[in-house]
């Protein structure tokens, strides 16, 4: 399995901005579809954006939807997701997760569809 290590969170205003990372430690990172969840304290573990293999297609969840942007770098073996005009709703525990994939172009919106997780970056947006 491919092992995933998140960084990029941290303490942010509301209205702010951060850029979360996901990098992969394998260079077959071209194979797997990606994605981002967030958990929140007492909450289950929630869809918030994923990506195909090779970038073409992206989908995120209605609550971020136009705040939030996926986007990959195959060269580097990272998967970024951009969080701008943050909200205090917005803090959780984010986490990316990948999954090999023989189809280039699906995206994948569920949990259970993932097969390796990193292991976490936490938000705080503070009001």
């Known amino acids: 399995q491919v092992q995933l290590v998140e960084s990029g969170g941290g303490l942010v205003q509301a209205g702010g901005s951060l850029r979360l990372s996901c990098e992969a430690s394998?260079?077959?990172?071209?194979?797997?579809?990606m994605g981002w969840f967030r958990q929140a304290p007492g909450k289950e573990r929630e869809f918030v954006a994923a990506?195909?293999?090779?970038?073409?297609?992206?989908y995120s969840s209605d609550s971020v939807k136009g705040r939030f942007t996926i986007s990959r770098d195959n060269a580097k073996n990272t998967v970024y997701l951009q969080l701008n005009i943050l909200k205090p709703e917005d803090t959780a525990v984010y986490y990316c997760?990948?999954?090999?994939?023989?189809?280039?172009?699906?995206?994948?919106?569920?949990?259970?569809?993932?097969?390796?997780w990193g292991q976490g970056t936490q938000v705080t947006v503070s009001s």
């Open positions: 997760a990948a999954v090999a994939v023989a189809n280039s172009d699906v995206v994948l919106t569920t949990r259970t569809q993932y097969t390796s």
């Open positions: 394998q260079d077959t990172f071209n194979r797997y579809a």
């Open positions: 990506i195909s293999r090779r970038g073409s297609n992206a």
